[in-house]
């Protein structure tokens, strides 16, 4: 017989996981929903997020959120120059999108074999105040370190949304997405707007790390299990919709917790799988 309070907890657990998976996909929904770009190595810039959390909060004692959101201009430029690469070397001369996918397998390769270099294998975990703590509300258990990146997560979804909805440059990639054609008409130029598109999403992956190494300890070769999982979750949501993007993050968290708590955690991953 189900626990209604082990059900209940896992719907709760499900729903803050949803939360932190939204703002990891945000980077994919860009790229992939938005500029038709596969950057499959958008996980492993989500782990040099990590990463980057973890050297200011061990150096400098910085708290893990506020060195993700200070790292943001810095993995925005990052971005910038790997689609000005991307775009000179592919997408200008019309090379198949198959191409481009091998360019990003390849990035994806040398940022992990970079972070092994540096860092080595061994997993790195990050302090706060909220990691380790735990809060009750009647039968339902809060851990912190999922509240929190849940919210920011969900704040980070908001602001990119307001961003795209509410500014010239948002509308503009909204624009570039739909006929590049007609903003060139008005005369915006496309590479420049998909160029701001592409660097935005990367920097996403800044908070999008820290709020990983938030939840748990991390290794560079973690961010491959999240590319089944993002692709899920934009695929569900529809092509570049922000709000289609967090609906399908929810949903996807649910049901791996469920799944998790009532069949054993090695079924979660058969989820994503099962959504594409």
Do not use: K, R, W
């Given at each position: 017989m189900i626990s209604?309070?082990?059900?209940?907890?896992?719907?709760?657990?499900?729903?803050?996981?949803?939360?932190?998976?939204?703002?990891?996909?945000?980077?994919?929904?860009?790229?992939?929903?938005?500029?038709?770009?596969?950057?499959?190595?958008?996980?492993?810039?989500?782990?040099?997020?990590?990463?980057?959390?973890?050297?200011?909060n061990s150096a400098l004692g910085l708290d893990p959120i506020l060195a993700g959101v200070l790292g943001m201009p810095l993995f925005f430029l990052i971005g910038v120059g790997v689609y000005r690469i991307y775009y000179h070397h592919f997408e200008k001369k019309g090379a198949p999108a198959l191409r481009g996918l091998v360019f990003f397998f390849g990035l994806l390769f040398i940022l992990e074999v970079a972070l092994v270099l540096q860092y080595g294998v061994d997993y790195r975990l990050v302090e706060a105040p909220y990691i380790g703590t735990s809060i009750t509300i009647g039968v339902i258990g809060l851990a912190p370190r999922l509240f929190v990146p849940c919210i920011v997560g969900v704040l980070l979804t908001l602001g990119l949304y307001l961003f795209l909805a509410k500014t010239f440059y948002g509308r503009a990639i909204m624009g570039v997405s739909q006929d590049s054609l007609a903003l060139q008409l008005m005369g915006a130029n496309p590479t420049q707007i998909k160029t701001i598109a592409f660097g935005l999403g990367v920097a996403t992956a800044s908070v999008a790390g820290a709020l990983l190494i938030i939840i748990g300890p991390v290794e560079p070769f973690i961010g491959r299990e999240y590319i089944g999982r993002v692709f899920a979750i934009i695929v569900l949501g529809g092509l570049g919709s922000i709000g289609g993007t967090l609906a399908a993050a929810l949903i996807l968290g649910v049901a791996e917790s469920l799944t998790s708590t009532f069949y054993g955690p090695s079924w979660s991953l058969a989820v994503s799988f099962g959504s594409d």
């Open positions: 209604f309070e082990l059900f209940v907890n896992a719907i709760v657990a499900g729903v803050l996981l949803g939360g932190f998976y939204t703002a990891v996909a945000l980077g994919i929904c860009i790229a992939f929903g938005l500029l038709d770009i596969v950057n499959i190595a958008h996980p492993t810039f989500v782990i040099m997020g990590s990463y980057a959390a973890y050297v200011s």
